[in-house]
């Protein structure tokens, strides 16, 4: 007769309860915690839907702030901030060269300065400017190298230079493009005048009797102090920026312009007398502001609202008309003191820098008010002040803010990656795609900076030296297209990122021959090296095994460097290589001093946060569901999430904070609260007294003295002022052996054959016959049931268990692996004393089957690289667990005995 | 010779002082969190003003018998890297003390209690050990 176990039942489906979300809600305002959050209901909602956990990311990402891509017009943006300070600088320093035209140190500067605007020009294709940049760096270096004397004529043309770029910037800012705006010849042909030394005695160029341009600015940057432009900073941003007809035509038609350097735009050294200048600039701009004002346009601030070149046009014509009752000289001066006020403004109103320290300290004192607002907060009496929401709205609305000030997202970092690599497999003549994945991934702006280079430089090495030719690859058998794979994710509360390639990989022995060769070691230290020491290799100054130098990388100088980049901001960096597969390079970097979303538990009587960044998601089962859907064995709770057997954690046990219950006493007593965490496509279930909330929290590192403590990445300061432990889920997963221990080095035995990549994975181990250890991956096992011999049955050399109306197929081990035949003895262990056969219901590509064992051990995590293929028809491979060789057996031969059942087996039919 | 100014704590019949200095401030008494898994030294966490600061039982730093319902003082001192809190027994006056009246420690002493110090004041009625934090603070894990 049948007797089923209560192990024997249909799939369940899962009880969520307690979500995150759900706790929100009965909190409702008070503890508003913005869109920072959504990522974490992203990631649920991704996970609901059933999609693959991979998908996550770009979820979560399409939800992050919205921030704008870091495109080329970014790059222009900083080139025009950086000139426009270097511009400043220059401004500065040439009046004090003036003033003293001997200090070197000044002239120095200037021509450091001039020389960066001209060499980034060239770069990005601004040809004009180049060339201006150019002529003022001749004239530059004749002055630096004494060949010409400083005089107030040489002074004033290098001023209208800068004013010249200026202007130049401004169009580029706008526009993006370096329109035909700039009549540079006048002003190039006056610099290289001035640059030859034989001209030195000659009376002055045409333009010296001008005003000098100091004055000029001056006059024309003291009106925009004045009240109207002042409180009306983002009032100016879109005015006139491309010359238009009608200023063209005023400009030249002016009387008083008789040899105007730059016409057709609006000449800082204009020719109205100095005198009545300001006066007139002053007047001008008021109007100039209040027109602007009136026009709706001008109302959205930042860049984006900029109006195109047609609409500052008619912008520009209706601040004509407006100051039509003027002369043409007031016209001028206002147009000229209205683009000056409205290129400062743009580019204050655009961006500032702001030094980090500063930021720093902004950034510690917003946590500590998020804090105070916690506090505060929880006491009820506040919750329904609406001066105290007013307060938490505000609080959560500036720590975004500031948290924004600081994070960027990578693909900001990445933008420019594509191009490069693009380029560079275009001059190695290799076919290399760049993926990019977690592009959202944030980081803090200064540690962006600092890992940029290293980046960029690993991302060359990996295709100069990684990605073969075409020619090699195919050879090897490859794909022609050579893949480099990016890679940034959060990990144990740091930013990980990846450079992968499937190039040639590294060889060990070539690393050691060639720090051999370039006396870095003695042979016989490099032969004592390991595979992953002689890896490191590549760090040591002065390294390089490329055959030979080419222009993007091999000559040696590198991966040291980056290796003391990334270890100056407290990263690590390590490298995994397999020859002929590719190379890993995988930099960490702390992720200190942030406020992440986390949830807050309580297991006994402590709380405890956990990153949101590790969360899958929360599993609530009460008492009576709990006891038939939590299997133990051998004590050890398991789940089963979709199919997946989900190995439980008892949060208070892996923290020796004692529970004098078995899991199957407390599961009956209270059910089970289980938060999901995911670490390396490992998940477990810890298993929790209760789900709070999720709070955004300050992480703080622990003291030194702490730092041993892998569990716990950090800690926080709680609402209620105590000080709350931060669970690290990777450092957890070791403590509980959920996963192997990061640090353990895989021993590959030299003639083992070493199968995949090296990777984890969760087995169930089982015993066979004759006490044999076997082991079949726990992500294939459905479920685990105890059926009686007699519910067994046999059609057609096939054996199968009726089961809730379907009809189950029943492999025997013997029937895949002949040489483990059942003897009369072993047949007696098969079943063992409670009379039930144990079985382990499998899913192998959508055919189910149970594989009849004898006992059923563990699962475990092993790592899977380490292991020797199998030398049997039914045998993967044979590893070792434990200490003892388990054979980890061939799942799809079971399948395929399934389908096609080789025959009876009449030994089994009749133990049965 | 130069004199210095120790402020005065007791652990059990032991008399350490530190220097004033490197006192933040004395408390009786923090919400502490505890630490699952840590040396049994580290009592706990406390947050000092925003700050999270590791609180050491000194009972259990210097291998003391465990006292049944202890209510120790917090002395919140500055360590090289951050700050620390000892919990002791009592806290005593600012001293001053005059540096000829130093020596190291004796071989004899007790090691638990040698090893975290780094001398002896010689006072006219009693020794100070000089108590340091580095080393109060470098514990293995448990």
Redesign the interface.
């Known amino acids: 007769m049948s007797c089923r176990l209560r192990l024997l039942r249909p799939p369940t489906k899962e009880y969520h309860e307690a979500r995150p979300r759900d706790t929100r809600a009965s909190k409702g305002d008070a503890l508003a915690l913005g869109p920072t959050l959504l990522p974490f209901w992203a990631s649920w909602y991704s996970v609901d839907s059933g999609s693959d956990v991979e998908d996550r990311p770009q979820n979560v990402g399409g939800s992050r702030l919205g921030r704008p891509r870091y495109t080329v017009d970014e790059v222009i943006q900083e080139f025009v901030v950086e000139s426009c300070e270097g511009l400043d600088r220059v401004d500065r320093d040439l009046v004090r060269l003036e003033q003293d035209p001997h200090d070197e140190g000044v002239l120095r500067a200037i021509f450091r300065t001039v020389h960066t605007l001209k060499g980034t020009c060239g770069f990005l294709g601004f040809s004009q400017l180049h060339a201006l940049a150019h002529a003022a760096e001749n004239l530059l270096s004749r002055l630096r190298d004494r060949r010409v004397q400083m005089r107030p004529e040489i002074a004033t043309a290098l001023l209208q230079f800068v004013d010249a770029c200026r202007r130049a910037l401004i169009v580029i800012e706008q526009t993006g493009k370096e329109e035909d705006v700039l009549d540079v010849e006048a002003l190039m042909v006056s610099l290289r005048q001035l640059s030859d030394p034989a001209a030195e005695p000659q009376v002055p160029t045409p333009r010296s009797p001008e005003p000098p341009a100091p004055s000029v600015s001056q006059a024309e940057m003291r009106p925009s102090a004045l009240p109207p432009a002042e409180t009306s900073p983002p009032a100016p941003l879109s005015a006139p920026s491309a010359p238009s007809a009608s200023s063209a035509s005023s400009a030249s038609s002016a009387p008083s312009a008789p040899s105007a350097p730059a016409p057709t735009f609006p000449p800082a050294p204009t020719p109205v007398p100095p005198n009545i200048e300001p006066h007139l600039s002053a007047v001008a701009l008021s109007q100039d502001v209040k027109a602007q004002r009136a026009s709706p346009s001008t109302a959205a601030p930042g860049l984006d609202a900029l109006p195109s070149a047609g609409g500052v046009e008619s912008d520009s014509n209706g601040v004509g008309t407006e100051s039509d009752v003027g002369s043409e000289a007031e016209v001028r001066s206002e147009r000229a003191a209205g683009e000056r006020a409205e290129w400062t403004s743009t580019l204050v109103d655009t961006s500032i820098r702001v030094n980090v320290p500063l930021l720093d300290k902004v950034m510690n004192l917003v946590?500590?008010l998020v804090?105070a607002r916690n506090q505060a907060m929880q006491s009820t009496s506040y919750q329904s002040d609406p001066i105290m929401q007013r307060l938490g709205r505000i609080t959560t609305e500036l720590q975004e803010s500031v948290v924004q000030m600081r994070m960027q997202p990578i693909a900001s970092l990445w933008g420019s990656f594509p191009r490069v690599a693009r380029d560079l497999a275009h001059s190695c003549n290799k076919k290399v795609q760049l993926r990019m994945e977690g592009n959202e991934t944030e980081l803090d702006r200064s540690l962006l900076e600092a890992i940029k280079d290293p980046l960029v430089h690993l991302l060359r090495n990996a295709i100069d030296h990684g990605i073969e030719t075409k020619e090699v690859r195919a050879a090897a058998g490859k794909s022609e297209v050579g893949m480099v794979i990016l890679r940034a994710y959060h990990e144990e509360g740091e930013v990980a990122i990846e450079v992968t390639d499937d190039g040639a990989g590294i060889e060990a022995a070539r690393l050691r021959a060639t720090a051999v060769g370039k006396h870095l070691l003695s042979r016989a230290e490099a032969e004592v090296l390991s595979e992953s020491e002689a890896l490191n290799l590549i760090f040591l100054p002065g390294f390089s095994t490329a055959a030979k130098v080419t222009s993007v990388s091999g000559r040696g100088v590198g991966m040291d460097v980056v290796k003391t980049n990334i270890e100056n901001i407290g990263g690590s960096i390590e490298i995994r290589s397999e020859p002929r597969k590719g190379t890993t390079i995988r930099i960490r970097i702390p992720l200190t001093l942030a406020i992440i979303p986390a949830l807050i538990v309580r297991s006994q009587t402590?709380r405890f946060a956990i990153p949101q960044s590790a969360l899958v998601e929360l599993i609530r089962l009460d008492a009576e569901r709990a006891v038939t859907v939590v299997e133990h064995v051998q004590g050890v709770p398991l789940y089963r999430l979709r199919g997946r057997i989900l190995p439980l954690v008892y949060l208070d046990e892996q923290?020796?904070?004692c529970s004098e219950r078995t899991s199957e006493e407390r599961i009956e007593r209270d059910g089970i609260t289980i938060v999901v965490l995911q670490i390396n496509d490992q998940p477990f279930g810890l298993v929790v007294d209760e789900i709070f909330d999720t709070e955004e929290i300050v992480v703080?590192p622990?003291?030194?003295?702490?730092r041993?403590?892998r569990?716990?990445a950090g800690?926080?300061?709680m609402g209620d002022?105590?000080?709350?432990?931060i669970l690290d889920a990777s450092g957890l997963a070791e403590?509980a052996r959920v996963v192997a221990a990061h640090d353990r080095v895989a021993t590959t035995d030299a003639q083992a054959e070493v199968v995949g990549s090296a990777s984890t994975e969760a087995l169930l181990l089982f015993t066979g016959p004759d006490d044999a250890r076997m082991a079949i991956p726990a992500a294939t096992v459905l479920r685990l049931e105890n059926v009686s011999p007699n519910t067994i049955e046999r059609v057609g050399g096939q054996s199968m268990v009726q089961y809730r109306d379907t009809i189950l197929p029943i492999v025997m081990l013997e029937d895949v692996l002949p040489e483990r035949r059942a003897e009369p003895r072993t047949g007696v262990s098969l079943v063992p004393a409670d009379g039930l056969l144990r079985v382990v219901v499998c899913d192998v590509g959508g055919l189910s089957f149970g594989i009849v064992v004898c006992n059923i051990l563990d699962i475990t995590t092993v790592d899977s690289s380490v292991r020797r293929a199998g030398g049997r028809v039914g045998v993967m491979a044979t590893i070792v667990v434990d200490g003892r060789v388990t054979e980890l057996l061939d799942l799809d031969r079971f399948a395929a005995e399934v389908r096609a059942p080789r025959g009876f087996s009449s030994e089994v039919r009749h133990e049965l | 010779m130069s004199s210095r100014q120790l402020c005065v704590f007791g652990v059990e019949n032991l008399r350490f002082g530190i220097h004033v200095a490197e006192v933040e401030e004395v408390n009786r008494r923090y919400d502490m969190t505890r630490i699952p898994l840590a040396s049994d030294a580290v009592a706990g966490l406390i947050n000092l003003r925003g700050r999270i600061v590791t609180a050491i039982d000194m009972r259990q730093r210097l291998k003391l018998p465990k006292v049944e319902a202890w209510e120790p003082f917090h002395i919140v001192a500055k360590t090289r890297e951050s700050s620390v809190s000892l919990l002791v027994d009592y806290i005593g006056d600012v001293i001053e003390v005059s540096e000829d009246a130093f020596e190291p420690p004796p071989e004899t002493m007790r090691e638990a209690t040698r090893e975290l110090i780094r001398g002896i004041y010689k006072l006219d009625q009693w020794l100070m050990l000089v108590l340091d934090l580095d080393r109060t603070m470098a514990f293995g894990a448990r």
């Open positions: 946590g500590e804090l402590e923290l020796g904070l703080k622990l003291g030194r003295e702490l041993g403590l569990t716990y800690a926080t300061i002022g105590r000080v709350g432990l403590h």
